[in-house]
């Protein structure tokens, strides 16, 4: 994994602009100009300080180019909400699970997190298989959670804690 630069946009876009990606995500397919200012933000928010949010691309160990994002948004009291998407390519191949796997061991070693939480749509089942191979909790269901795709869906909430988590 490694932060996004500009010359990630064509990357991102196979990713946040397809619909059998975003089938599974908390938003729908963005077109060019949204992937642009998906990663302008992406950098802007990567220099401030604090720094709230660590959005990372994906990539393949003999490959710089980007194959997906993992992302941790620090909320709440040493808290953070993890979520990731691989192209759709790429599915799998274990590429989420070691995306999730670090962010995660990154989330508690280094950021000092006490708590790390996942929500995932009730249908995802290889996202609930990743949550559940890494050792996260269900918590239960969040009801009418996102608006996506033109309609409202639950999320299956996941979580973990730091004396839980082994990498």
Known sequence: MREFTRDDVADVLAVIGDDKVTTWLSFDSRDGAQAVATIEGTIERARQAPRSEFYLGVT??????VIGFARIGLSGVQAGKLGYAIAAKE????Y??????ALTTYAFTEL???RISAAIGPE???SIAVMEK???TREGVLRDHV???GAWRDSVLYS????EWQS
């Open 60 to 65: 393949k160990h003999d490959d710089d180019r």
């Open 91 to 94: 599915w799998g191949r274990g």
């Open 96 to 101: 989420a699970t070691d995306a999730a796997r």
């Open 112 to 114: 000092g997190l006490h």
């Open 124 to 126: 995802n089942t290889a």
């Open 134 to 136: 890494l050792g996260f």
């Open 147 to 149: 608006f996506t795709n």
């Open 160 to 163: 973990i804690l730091e004396h």
